[in-house]
């Protein structure tokens, strides 16, 4: 069978958002606003199996996005904290939660970060509203054509 086709998304159409509860850490991706808060409660109380991955700091700067970096709270984060890599299309991974902490990481020189490896189907329940997992499954779908 075709991997892309093992690959794609159905709707679920009794699909709620897991609660969010105000001071949750969110993730804003356009439409695909991830409850971070969520994530980190589910991958340590082992209900989210997130595979780890040993980032190389150098390299993944020459092939990822380097956001816009608030240069007041890159002074407060800790580089020893665990990243999110979020599988946003299949085979790409985006930081998703600690993009300051691989800026951070970058500048002082330190080779690596440890993070977490989410897979695309993993994300589903983190979606904050509805219509961002709608359109999460229709552009992951459109990706895997």
């Known amino acids: 069978m075709n991997l892309s086709k093992k690959r794609y998304l159905r709707y679920n159409e009794n699909y709620v958002p897991l609660p969010s509860y105000e001071g949750d ?3 804003p991706n356009g439409i695909f606003n991830f409850n971070i808060s969520r994530m980190m409660e589910y991958i340590h109380s082992g209900s989210l199996r ?3 991955e040993r980032i190389e700091v150098k390299r ?3 092939t990822h996005y380097r956001p816009t970096i608030n240069e007041d709270h890159i002074k407060t984060v800790d580089v020893r904290k665990t ?5 946003i299309r ?5 930081i998703i ?9 970058y500048r002082a020189g ?5 993070s977490y490896k989410l897979q695309g189907e993993q994300l589903i329940p983190f979606f904050l509203e509805e219509r961002g997992y709608k359109a999460f499954v229709d552009y992951w779908n459109s990706k895997l054509n």
Do not use: L
């Not at 939660?97 to 990481?105: C, F, I, S, T, V």
């Not at 330190?110 to 440890?114: K, N, R």
């Open 97 to 105: 939660d600690g993009n300051h902490r691989m800026e951070k990481a």
């Open 110 to 114: 330190v080779p690596y970060m440890d």
């Open 25 to 27: 850490e969110i993730f």
């Open 60 to 62: 993944w700067f020459t």
């Open 83 to 87: 990243v999110i890599q979020a599988e």
């Open 90 to 94: 299949p085979g790409i991974y985006s």
């Open 50 to 52: 997130a595979e780890r």
